[in-house]
Nanobody, 122 residues
């Protein structure tokens, strides 16, 4: 079964940057749609961004457009999320996910990492 391990979270001041990484266990990494979701305390898991298989097409939720960049390195089996101009409302646990279709809801993705905490102070 595909395993995903996120890293790169932490505490940052508003306006700062972080880069999240998600290492995948399988070489078939390039054949999947990969995404980042986030979940703040007391809220539902929210779609952030996805990147499509091989074509590198990307899609973002409106609130992060122009600030976040999703990318993938198939040679390293790794997904990234570069987050710039961070805001306190970006505070959440960030999860990477892998699925077979280009969706924007959690049920579209069958494999998940354990999450990494991102905290943005004002």
């Amino acid at each position: 079964q595909l395993q995903l391990v996120e890293s790169g979270g932490g505490l940052v001041q508003a306006g700062g940057s972080l880069r999240l990484s998600c290492a995948a266990s399988e070489r078939t990494f390039s054949g999947y749609v990969m995404a980042w979701f986030r979940q703040a305390p007391g809220k539902e898991r929210e779609f952030v961004a996805r990147i499509h298989r091989s074509s590198s097409f990307t899609y973002y939720t409106e609130s992060v457009k122009g600030r976040f960049t999703i990318s993938r390195d198939s040679a390293k089996n790794t997904l990234y999320l570069q987050m710039n101009s961070l805001k306190p409302e970006d505070t959440a646990v960030y999860y990477c996910a892998v699925g077979d279709r280009a969706g924007s809801i959690a049920i579209d993705f069958g494999s998940w990492g354990q999450g990494t905490q991102v905290t943005v102070s004002s």
